[in-house]
């Protein structure tokens, strides 16, 4: 599995999206070809392999005609020159294409944003989280890079879902928040759970905030996600635990003084 992709900051060499590997790139420029008229992209053939098989001593087909469909059936993107003139070719503005020097793999950009192939961050739930917090969760990190607003609406959900498994409705995220700190909730965890509901909330909705104007804030929430889980469940869970393999006779001596003082 290749390393986590890391987004570029200069254009020479950067992780590759492909290989993980930090490589060199070279650039080209993306340009459009027209098709004939009443010709239309070729779709790879379901038995692909087995026609290879079958024209593989025609002396019609050359092995470079082979080559080309058996690059074609893999989906990756390759250089080929067509036939026919390229007079009519126009380039593309705002879309580029960069070859990694490692792996050889052509990435696919619009302005500075990868859009071929298509990366998750690095971003990993913490062990803890409840299952239908983690849906969400996971399905926000696979959109971040190409919606950052979706990826931020959804994680407003998971916060309210997350109120719920700690012991509120989970109807209204605020209503939650405001009745978690009249029970003596930490003040970040209140922080981190606004932080969360706001930038969620003007997501979707007209607001201050736009996370289109800054992707960066976006992948933050995640982490306010996983502080707050590892807040307000994991450490209680591994606090009980070890307070559980204490021998049970002390565990008795700790209650009768803590009874003795109510």
Same mark, same amino acid.
């Given at each position: 599995m290749p390393p986590a992709y890391i #987004?570029?900051?200069?254009?020479?060499?950067?992780?590759?999206?492909?290989? &993980?590997?930090? #490589?060199? $790139?070279?650039?080209? %420029?993306?340009?459009? !070809?027209? !098709?004939?008229? &009443?010709?239309f992209p070729w779709k790879v053939r379901d038995d692909l392999d087995d026609w290879l098989e079958e024209i593989k001593h025609n002396p019609d087909f050359n092995e470079a005609t082979k080559t080309f469909f058996r690059k074609k059936k893999t989906g990756k993107i390759f250089p080929h020159v067509g036939d026919g003139s390229n007079y009519y070719a126009k380039c593309l503005e705002n879309l580029d294409v960069s070859k990694c020097f490692s792996c050889e793999q052509f990435s696919v950009w619009r302005n500075s944003n990868l859009i071929f192939p298509h990366v998750f961050p690095d971003i990993k739930p913490n062990e803890d989280m409840p299952d239908d917090v983690r849906v969400d969760f996971e399905e926000a990190a696979q959109i971040l890079t190409s919606s950052p607003r979706g990826s931020a609406a959804l994680l407003r959900l998971a916060a309210q879902k997350l109120c719920k498994h700690l012991g509120e409705k989970g109807k209204n995220i605020n209503d939650d928040i405001a009745a978690m700190v009249t029970k003596g909730l930490d003040v970040r965890i209140q922080k981190s759970l606004d932080v969360v509901r706001i930038v969620g909330n003007d997501s979707v909705h007209p &607001? $201050?905030?736009?996370? %289109?104007?800054?992707?960066?804030?976006?992948?933050k929430l995640f982490g306010l996600i996983n502080v707050i889980v590892d807040t307000m469940i994991t450490r209680p869970k591994h606090i009980d635990q070890l307070f559980g393999d204490l021998p049970e006779g002390k565990r008795a001596e700790i209650a009768k003084r803590d009874t003795s003082k109510s």
């Open positions: #987004a570029p900051d200069t254009i020479e060499a950067f992780n590759c999206p492909h290989c &993980g590997a930090l #490589a060199h $790139q070279d650039w080209f %420029r993306a340009c459009a !070809y027209a !098709y004939e008229k &009443g010709s &607001g $201050q905030i736009d996370v %289109r104007d800054n992707p960066e804030m976006a992948k």
